[in-house]
């Protein structure tokens, strides 16, 4: 009964999901759904992705979080229209989550719109939102066995972040390990050692999401 | 629809944690669980706390994990008996889990029961066990705001430990901040920070849970 209850409740949200996606398709929005853990530094890799594309791009972004509207002001401080979901609680963003933020936010002109999903590697993976793709934000001090223990979120992913290599030096996590790791769960998707506190790493990153976009615009 | 069939889970699995309650009170068994994000260290802390209380008190363990058998061989190499449950994915463990797997320990003599949940501050906080109480192991470097962000697990725990203090010099976090914002959600949990890693402040923590079994075995 509980599975079943369950297949219902996600093949309902994968229907909300497409019709979101042919929305975003529609405007010539790049939907990108940012995973991790709590203080995986989510939002401090959304602060340096705007900062570095804002000059150059149009950007939007959906705030999701439990409780506390402290991200979405974060974001908004740099000028970028976002609007906060508050799960109460609750686990994952779910595709009809998004419809509603999304008939909150101006999707004319708009190139990316950046979603932050709440802090969790385990359900927001099962949740289908209508993004393009999603981007898993890990961080070197979680350890380098995440992958592994959370394959979900990284097979499924279209890139991985590598947050806080600054604190590399103070951990027992070498670099090259967990970029294996990732690989052996997803061959594809590139992955972006960087530090969203320094700054170190991050134009490579926002180099290759500026090149989505313009994929986005051509084929999508 | 959902709300009904996730209450009736909820009622179901309260159900059966009641039972195991009982089951560990007959016993004499102190049951804890342990809750955090993936990577707080949850595994490193039950490692310092096995060191600590092995060679005092008769230990056992049960260590939850989406997959992987990785963090049971960790506790199993320090001569403890451990239950691995894998849940497949499922983002946190259920009462009916723990009846199963405390069916393949041996509970006559034990006086401590260690729980790992899956890494996860949301889901696992909805889920009554049959523990005496949790314990929620947040690290300092997932940031300060924590508390604030996911309030029920820090609101139902019996304690707190703040871990990872041999990285507090790298961040941005100051530990009173982080303590009176716990305070502020639990004002009667006592703190305990601590480096699992270096083993610093683990003594205080280990004597608190030690004062507990004695309590356990008088009163429960």
New interface residues.
């Given amino acids: ?2 599975v079943k ?1 369950v297949q219902n ?1 996600l093949k309902a949200n994968d229907s909300v999901a497409r019709v979101n996606r042919a929305r975003f398709d529609a405007a010539g929005v790049l939907a990108v759904n940012f995973i991790g ?3 995986s530094g989510k939002t401090t890799v959304l602060e340096q992705t705007v900062r570095t594309l804002g000059p150059l791009h149009r950007l939007g972004c959906i705030e999701g ?4 509207t ?1 991200d979405a002001e974060r974001i908004g401080h740099l000028g970028v229209p976002v609007v906060q979901i508050n799960t109460r ?3 994952h963003l779910e595709a009809a989550m998004i419809t509603q933020a999304a008939d909150d936010l101006d999707l004319t002109g708009m190139e990316i719109l950046l979603i932050e999903n ?6 927001p993976s099962q949740y289908d939102l209508g993004e393009h793709f999603s981007v898993v934000v890990l ?1 070197v ?3 380098a ?2 992958p ?5 979120a990284f097979q499924r992913a279209g890139a991985v972040i590598i947050n ?1 290599t ?2 590399l030096h ?2 027992d996590v070498n670099l090259d390990e967990v970029t294996a790791t990732i690989r052996r769960f997803n061959p594809d998707a590139p992955v972006f050692p960087l530090s969203a506190r320094t700054g170190e790493g991050v134009a490579p990153w926002c180099s290759w999401l500026a090149g989505r976009v313009k994929q986005s615009a051509g084929s999508c």
């Fill in positions: 009964m509980e209850v409740i853990s709590p203080g979080d439990p409780y506390t402290r609680g609750g686990c709440v802090g969790n590697l385990l359900c961080s001090t979680e350890g066995d995440k592994e223990k959370y394959p979900v806080k600054d604190l103070a951990t």
